[in-house]
């Protein structure tokens, strides 16, 4: 039997998962929608995942992380739930050991960490805004009626980017509907947000970080080309997107989980499982704390949010 | 007999000790709002005006809270220190703002040391409406002054020890009546209590110290709490391990205090805006990347 990890990174949008050897090596891969709905997304992505799986693997650790890590790690009952900023570092640092620079932009959230000697030196994320992320470009591309997944393509083929107010969304998206009824062309409009997109990430991520190369660019994001083009402008640098870059959480869990190996083996079937959370609120004291309840099979494993410690 | 009522918010962290010990010594019988709940701050928020910053619309809250509760309400207005040393306007209308929501009275004195109002002068002026002899209030100035010194000397000793203290150290900078209140700052000062971290806070040195420190990180700095958290920084820097600045949204003076620190320092650096409806999960995910950072265990 050979031994394998399994590393899933459950973000806003998106539900990312590997199952990776002893030596690194991705056995399968999947990525997902999340939907609203983090536990259905985990459960369709194990189906994805355990029909590439060879016959002869057995996952000796789980590791969960992004937005939703908690409750998922729940749920598989996972050795290492970790944040993502720890993940994708360790992630990328398992490929390229010599990198100083990680750009991540996410579904809702973008950072920036910064490396040296493998050791995280420091790293930001987006504050309160969650402009220029990936949510904002598909939301724009339903609006020009394209697929995001084009949306490089396109950027691509213009000669002209317009100018898009770059500080914050709304008044991004109020000047692109602009630029759009004055009669820009399509490819233009989305050069030109794609270069927004990179200029924002600059001012509100990067402000004040010393970004020095090797550069790596991840997250969804970076499958948008027309967005890591304007990166290399902009920074003056070769910006690498590795093929795996928005599995790099994933990666960096799971090799988390090798190294928290438990002894446990771990099973893949998560299809009759019921998991549930219940919300309520608790009116014990004033500050009528948000709870939730979670369930795994009828049986309480756990509860969050409450101030006093009671739940 | 009169009772005072001090709400447990902005003013109340700065001058806290003195204004108890004042009272106890004068004899007056006073009520603190309790920490702040969710219920304070909601009624805070119902009341204020959308540009007013979380802090002061969670003082409105506790001011609510008192209004029926006591005969006066403590509201002084804090101006400035002097050598350009500015507090935030918050600090300058909050009386006014009281004043035109609520119907209740208020015990009210001016700190403005540049037209010669001193704290000396407005306790002074307390105990009169109170109705207290001069000679009484003179003693009871002079115990609360003396203790407050002592204090200050203690606080300051306190964190110079923890300076040298061998466990991972944050200094978390920010004003007081958000680091320690129960809604704003109290949930990540949890959060490092439980991960055992050392913290060193920026308020518990003595300002006249850290005032003048901050000149090394900048000339040009206007707001006196600015200039204190600052200063704490350029203080601490080359002993500790990583800094936390939280404030609240939208801190005028933070704003500015915070992209300069940020450009300034060398060391591990975290930024944290808090405002009406985080939920400790967008925190958490914060802190404990920074933890795992300043660990530097990536590879256990």
């Not at chain 2, 001011?63 to 507090?87: A, G, H």
């Not at chain 2, 000396?120 to 105990?127: D, N, P």
């Not at chain 2, 061998?166 to 991960?195: M, Q, R, W």
């Not at chain 2, 999960?281 to 256990?300: A, I, P, V």
Request: proline share 2%; with cysteine.
């Amino acid at each position: 039997m050979k031994d394998c990890y399994l590393g899933v990174d459950i973000g806003s949008i998106s539900t990312k998962g590997v199952i990776i050897d002893d030596n690194n090596n991705i056995i399968t891969k999947a990525y997902i929608w999340t939907e609203g709905n983090p536990t259905n997304a985990v459960k369709k992505l194990l189906e994805l995942l355990k029909k590439d799986l060879p016959q002869n693997c057995q996952i000796k650790g789980i590791g969960t992380t992004g937005s939703a890590r908690k409750l998922i790690g729940l749920m598989l009952k996972a050795s290492v739930v970790k944040n993502e900023i720890t993940a994708h570092a360790i992630g990328t640092l398992t490929f390229y050991p010599n990198i100083r620079t990680i750009l991540e932009i996410g579904g809702q959230d973008s950072k920036i960490i910064l490396i040296k000697n493998g050791i995280i030196t420091n790293y930001a994320m987006n504050t309160l805004c969650a402009a220029g992320t990936g949510s904002f470009l598909s939301s724009q591309a339903k609006r020009l009626g394209i697929d995001v997944e084009e949306f490089g393509d396109y950027a691509l083929k213009s000669k002209n980017p317009v100018k898009i107010a770059a500080r914050c969304t709304v008044f991004a998206e109020s000047d692109l509907v602009h630029k759009a009824q004055v009669g820009y062309p399509k490819e233009d409009i989305i050069a030109g947000l794609c270069k927004s997109v990179v200029l924002n990430y600059l001012n509100n991520v990067g402000k004040g970080k010393k970004i020095s190369s090797p550069i790596i660019f991840q997250g969804g994001v970076s499958k948008n080309k027309g967005v890591v083009k304007y990166f290399k402008e902009i920074l003056g640098a070769d910006i690498i997107v590795d093929e795996n870059s928005h599995l790099m959480g994933a990666i960096g869990i799971a090799v988390l989980a090798k190294k928290n190996k438990t002894g446990h083996t771990y099973s893949l079937e998560m299809k009759d499982l019921k998991f549930q959370t219940k919300a309520f609120e608790c009116h014990r004291c004033p500050n009528t704390c948000e709870l939730l309840k979670i369930y795994r099979n009828n049986e309480l494993v756990d509860s969050w949010g409450s101030k006093c410690g009671k739940y | 007999m009169n009772t005072v009522g001090i709400p447990r918010s902005l003013f109340y962290y700065y001058y806290k000790d003195i204004w108890t010990d004042f009272f106890d010594s004068l004899k007056i019988k006073y009520i603190i709002s309790p920490v702040t709940n969710k219920e304070i701050m909601d009624k805070g928020l119902k009341v204020s005006n959308s540009e007013m910053c979380l802090s002061l619309k969670n003082y409105l809250g506790h001011v609510d809270y008192l209004k029926d509760k006591c005969d006066y309400i403590l509201v002084p207005r804090i101006s400035n220190f002097k050598n350009n040393n500015q507090t935030c306007t918050n600090f300058w209308v909050v009386y006014d703002i009281v004043k035109n929501l609520f119907d209740v009275n208020l015990l009210h004195y001016n700190i403005d040391l540049e037209k010669g109002q001193t704290l000396k002068k407005g306790l002074y002026k307390i105990g009169k409406t109170l109705n207290k002899k001069h000679s009484q209030i003179k003693k009871a100035y002079k115990y609360a002054i003396t203790r407050e010194k002592k204090r200050l000397k203690k606080n300051h000793q306190i964190s110079q020890n923890k300076l040298k203290v061998k466990k991972t150290k944050i200094l978390i900078v920010g004003h007081p009546y958000n680091i320690y209140d129960e809604l704003i700052g109290k949930d990540i000062i949890k959060y490092l209590i439980k991960n055992k971290i050392e913290i060193i806070y920026s308020d518990k040195f003595n300002p006249k110290i850290t005032n003048h420190l901050s000149k090394e990180i900048s000339k040009d700095l206007y707001f006196k709490y600015s200039k204190d958290n600052l200063g704490a920084i350029a203080y601490c820097q080359d002993h500790i391990n990583g800094i936390i600045f939280i404030s609240s949204f939208p801190c005028a003076p933070d704003s500015l205090a915070n992209e300069l620190a940020m450009r300034k320092i060398n060391i591990p650096y975290l930024n944290l805006v808090i405002d009406d409806n985080s939920s400790f999960t967008g925190l958490e995910t914060r802190l404990e990347s920074f933890l795992d950072m300043l660990g530097g265990k990536l590879n256990d």
